[in-house]
């Protein structure tokens, strides 16, 4: 499919996002597994049940737009997850990990963003206001998880590290 229309543009973000939520659903597990902080690992928990409902709204507009949100691969969060995987596999001391769990988390967090932003932009000026209120719904979520993750690391994460 070429991309020459807003249309497609915004349907090619939306599989982007769809399989970049599919990967985040196998990975937070894993996060939460390494993570040592009971704050932090609620945190990847609860985002965990957050992202299967964005996923969710994503097979929504996909229905409606009479689509499928399948055949494309994410590669940034594909390389996301992988740089958070090499970092579970350099990191010894618990407090560091989990400081560095939060930056990988807040990578994704941001990268998630940045596409729902432009998808929702894309939605409004195609007049599609149900899939921008979707589109909008899960970026504020992705904002909420990122400034808990900042909390996280301000009120202990950064400072055990820092002192252990
Ligand atoms: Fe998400
Ligand atoms: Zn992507
Ligand atoms: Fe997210």
Request: hydrophobic share 35%; aromatic share 6%.
């Amino acid at each position: 499919m070429k991309t020459d229309s807003l249309k497609k543009l915004l349907v090619h973000e939306l599989k982007d996002l769809y399989s970049a939520e599919t990967q985040l659903i196998e990975a937070l597990p894993v996060l939460a597994d390494k993570a040592t902080d009971e704050g932090l690992k609620s945190a990847f928990r609860s985002h965990l049940d957050e992202t299967k409902r964005q996923r969710s709204r994503i097979e929504k507009i996909f229905k409606k737009m009479d689509f499928s949100p399948r055949g494309h691969r994410c590669k940034g969060m594909e390389g996301l997850i992988k740089e958070t995987s090499d970092v579970v596999q350099d990191v010894d001391d618990p407090d560091v990990l989990d400081a560095a769990l939060i930056a990988c988390a807040q990578r994704v967090e941001h990268y998630e963003m940045a596409t729902y932003g432009s998808a929702r932009a894309y939605a409004e000026k195609l007049g599609d206001y149900d899939t921008a209120d979707l589109l909008q719904q899960s970026l504020d979520e992705e904002g909420a998880a990122d400034r808990r993750l900042t909390t996280l690391a301000k009120r202990r994460i950064n400072f055990e590290a820092a002192v252990s």
